[in-house]
């Protein structure tokens, strides 16, 4: 059996932003419209190092392009401290019409930019025509994403980075000023109050525990991108931005078993699980609304699906194998 392996170098050259922010979209509408076949995905625990592994399959029947993947993803927190990345993943693509393995992808790469175009697409949906100040809380890999992604659907003109890591985050902010669609003026800021006042969108790519920002302190209109916590005790974003935002969702269901952003405030009674407005594939087909004034502030909270990581992997091998990408290796 033939198979195509393709670097990280090579997921990146043949994953764009734009063509990624489209996919989400197609992703996110296909879930909630019940057409995608998408078991909740499954946890494997490694608790001496705090770690998770995660197994992810998705398959979407679009006639036109469908989408037939499965992702397997660790996150181990602590590898930071080894110098090692938070994320590995490999992603395996696979012929819709008979099941037949096409390729491996790496899947950090591709994970990091389905993230970062998750936000791209719910930024695209809920955020200000008038968008043009950005703050980022994290400096790692789903930062980088998280900003190119904001910056490709809204004209972003001033950056404002946070980060507990304060030279990675100067780093980060000297390597991604001018890049692309990003604005030259990116900078790092002392305070997470610093960060948030006054910014139209706020993405938070973290792996804390605890909200990373008071949501006393957001402006009218703000939206907020939240994907770093994707465990029931994992909380990036406080109770005091739930309540003041219209909540919008990847899936009602992955939510409600994993996101801590949602569930200790439901648990604590803050919220109730009504305080979920929609899902971003319903306000993608229509049948939800999304912003209705520009003083709303609105809050996207994603866990990640495996549907998005289906419908990346299928575009990286439409255009890699378009452009002769990756190593062909015989198993």
């Known amino acids: 059996m033939k198979i195509r392996l393709f670097s990280a170098q090579d997921v990146r050259q043949a994953l764009p932003m734009a063509q990624a922010v489209d996919g989400m979209k197609a992703a996110y509408a296909s879930v909630s419209t019940g057409q995608a076949v998408m078991p909740l995905r499954s946890h494997v625990g490694v608790a001496e190092q705090q770690g998770n592994t995660l197994i992810m399959p998705a398959y979407l029947p679009d006639e036109a392009?469908?989408?037939?993947?499965?992702k397997v993803v660790s996150v181990f927190p602590q590898n930071v401290q080894r110098g090692e990345p938070v994320i590995y993943g490999l992603v395996l693509a696979l012929?819709?019409?008979?099941?037949?393995?096409?390729?491996?992808?790496?899947?950090?790469?591709?994970t990091a930019i389905r993230t970062g175009a998750a936000s791209g697409a719910a930024t695209d949906m809920l955020a200000r025509e008038e968008t043009a100040v950005a703050a980022?809380?994290?400096?790692?890999v789903q930062a980088r994403t998280q900003l190119e992604a904001v910056c490709t659907v809204r004209p972003i003109q001033e950056v404002r980075i946070f980060s507990l890591a304060h030279e990675q985050a100067i780093t980060l902010a000297a390597e991604m000023a001018g890049h692309g669609p990003i604005p030259a003026n990116v900078r790092v800021v002392d305070t997470p109050e610093e960060a948030v006042r006054g910014a139209d969108v706020i993405c938070t790519a973290t792996t804390s525990?605890?909200?990373?920002?008071?949501?006393?302190?957001?402006?009218?209109?703000?939206?907020?991108?939240?994907?770093?916590?994707?465990?029931?005790?994992?909380?990036?974003?406080?109770?005091?931005?739930?309540?003041?935002?219209?909540?919008?969702?990847?899936?009602?269901?992955?939510?409600?078993?994993?996101a801590g952003d949602l569930i200790i405030p439901l648990q604590s009674g803050d919220i109730t699980e009504g305080h979920i407005h929609a899902?971003?594939?319903e306000i993608i087909s229509g049948s939800k609304p999304g912003r209705t004034s520009p003083q709303q502030i609105t809050f996207f909270k994603s866990v990640g699906l495996a549907a998005q990581d289906a419908v990346a992997a299928r575009i990286v091998l439409h255009n890699a194998l378009a452009a002769n990408l990756g190593t062909e290796a015989t198993l």
Do not use: C, K, W
Request: aromatic share 4%; charged share 15%.
């Open 95 to 110: 012929d819709a019409a008979t099941g037949r393995p096409l390729a491996i992808m790496e899947g950090s790469a591709l």
């Open 136 to 140: 980022i809380f994290g400096s790692g």
């Open 65 to 70: 392009a469908p989408s037939l993947a499965v």
């Open 279 to 281: 899902e971003l594939g």
């Open 209 to 258: 525990n605890t909200p990373v920002f008071d949501g006393r302190h957001l402006a009218p209109g703000a939206h907020i991108n939240a994907v770093g916590a994707y465990l029931p005790t994992m909380q990036e974003v406080d109770p005091v931005t739930v309540r003041r935002a219209l909540v919008v969702v990847d899936s009602r269901t992955a939510v409600l078993a994993e």
